[in-house]
């Protein structure tokens, strides 16, 4: 048996519409998210870099010693651990940054729409 075929319908319970915003509140949100998108961005290069290129270049890096150890020694044994805490850390310190610009602008936002 075919599946019936369903012509274009109305929608029996629409989305809502989005509040107005400003174009202040719009340019807050649009700097906010890119400078989400480039912040994750740069983070997970650095964790590529950490995973992916260390192990690879293990050899040419054999040589280089950090804290008495060779380097792809200590980033196996617990230095990517480590970087990964420092990227976690460095997301949430930068993210609550970029949360408190967005609140000033938002409520500098309401304050210029009270008066």
């Known amino acids: ?8 319908r109305q929608n029996i ?8 915003v400003s174009i202040a509140m719009a340019r807050a949100h649009r700097r906010y998210w890119r400078f989400n998108l480039w912040l994750i961005a ?3 290069a650095i964790g ?17 010693r950090f804290a008495g150890f060779s380097l ?3 980033m ?3 230095g990517a651990i480590l970087v ?3 990227l976690i ?17 938002r409520e500098a936002d309401i304050a210029s729409g009270e008066s």
């Open 13 to 20: 319970n629409p989305l809502p519409e989005p509040p107005p």
């Open 84 to 86: 990964y805490l420092v």
């Open 1 to 8: 048996m075919a599946a019936p075929n369903h012509t274009a």
């Open 42 to 44: 740069a983070l997970m």
């Open 48 to 64: 590529f870099v950490v995973s992916f290129v260390v192990p690879v270049a293990a050899g040419q890096l054999a040589g280089v």
């Open 72 to 74: 792809p020694f200590y």
């Open 89 to 105: 850390a460095v997301y949430i310190v930068l993210m609550q940054r970029a949360d408190r610009v967005l609140q000033a602008a």
């Open 76 to 78: 196996g044994a617990q």
